[in-house]
């Protein structure tokens, strides 16, 4: 089997990769998801598939290093853990 796991082949349409975002922007309580999801849908969406990622994180790899990918996802846990701790 080629290609990872979580490509499932490339056979996935457009559809099913913004659910997430339907799913945590829409919760919380803000209308800003109106104006991100055309963003996403034009042009990371797109940005993503011409480049074969399926990340952020994948990107950042390719495009700086891995030092700048786990940097960003340390940043993002930091400002997760932040949160819950004001919920």
Known sequence: ??????EAGRILKPLPDPI???IQ????GSAS???LYPYVFHVVLPLYRRLGVISAYEYLE???DLRVRLLAA???LLWRMGWMANC
């Open 62 to 64: 390719r495009r700086f």
């Open 1 to 6: 089997m080629t290609g990872r796991a979580c």
């Open 20 to 22: 997430p975002l339907k």
């Open 25 to 28: 922007f829409p919760s919380s």
């Open 33 to 35: 998801w109106l104006l």
């Open 74 to 76: 340390g940043i993002f």
